[in-house]
């Protein structure tokens, strides 16, 4: 079964920390680029990262220097590390495989 299941969501205080996962099934992580997506309350689904097949790690400027993301190919794995979050950090975080495959999303509550 092909699938990608997100963990790791959950409440924390502002500059507190989280680590996302995204276990795929059915395909390879290292074989295509892999993405994090957000979409926050009333807002639409927003682009926030992406580890190309070389490795190489794209961000947008709000979670520059906060979020890295990074890739277990010996657990078919990839992460999220989330530092310094902010209640705008606030969302369903998605993990999407190449063009079209999507995991079901884990909320990410940052709030005092």
């Known amino acids: 079964q092909v699938q990608l299941v997100e963990s790791g969501g959950g409440s924390v205080q502002p500059g507190g920390s989280l680590r996302l996962s995204c276990a795929a099934s059915g395909i390879a992580v290292n074989d295509q680029f892999m993405e994090w997506y957000r979409q926050g309350p009333g807002k639409q689904r927003e682009f926030i990262a992406q580890i190309t097949v070389g490795g190489v790690a794209i961000y947008i400027d709000s979670v520059k220097g906060r979020f890295t993301i990074s890739r277990d190919d010996a657990k078919n794995t990839v992460h999220l590390q989330m530092n310094s979050l902010k209640p705008e950090d606030t969302a369903v975080y998605y993990c999407?495989?190449?063009?079209?495959?999507w995991g079901q999303g884990t909320q990410v509550t940052v709030s005092s």
């Open positions: 999407r495989a190449g063009y079209s495959l």
